[in-house]
């Protein structure tokens, strides 16, 4: 009896990580990309993990790199932490075309 109770808690650890894994990435909507300043602006859904509404603001960039790789009107998925104090992106996901781009 205690093998099945040990793996039952096993999974229900593992299903609680995964959920908590995948609460943590939030929409959004780049607004603004300062790749020089390594800052971009986001137009973002409510971030639990912070226990922050919706709005719009500045992050830095975790890796400016991923900065490259999007521009003002991208759909987003991103998670966020803070770094040093500071609300940071640390994992960014290209949702979709912009508004404007034309598939060819």
Not at 23 to 44: C, L, P, R, Y
Not at 88 to 103: F, N, S
């Given at each position: 009896?205690?093998?099945?109770?040990?793996?039952?808690?096993?999974?229900?650890?593992?299903?609680?990580?995964?959920?908590?894994?995948?609460?943590?990435?939030?929409?959004?909507?780049?607004?603004?990309?300062?790749?020089?300043?390594?800052?971009i602006t986001i137009?973002?859904?409510?971030?639990?993990?912070f226990d922050?509404?919706?709005?719009?603001?500045?992050?830095?960039?975790?890796?400016?790199?991923?900065?490259?790789?999007?521009?003002?009107?991208?759909?987003?998925?991103?998670?966020?932490?803070?770094?040093?104090?500071?609300?940071?992106?640390?994992?960014?996901?290209?949702?979709?075309?912009?508004?404007?781009?034309?598939?060819?």
């Amino acid at each position: 009896m205690r093998k099945p109770m040990t793996l039952l808690a096993a999974l229900a650890a593992l299903a609680a990580g995964t959920t908590m894994a995948l609460a943590q990435m939030v929409d959004g909507e780049v607004t603004k990309v300062d790749a020089s300043a390594g800052k971009i602006t986001i137009k973002h859904a409510p971030i639990k993990k912070f226990d922050m509404d919706s709005m719009t603001m500045v992050f830095r960039a975790g890796d400016p790199a991923m900065l490259k790789e999007v521009k003002p009107g991208d759909k987003i998925k991103f998670e966020a932490d803070k770094v040093n104090g500071q609300f940071t992106v640390i994992k960014l996901e290209k949702q979709g075309a912009a508004k404007g781009d034309k598939k060819k």
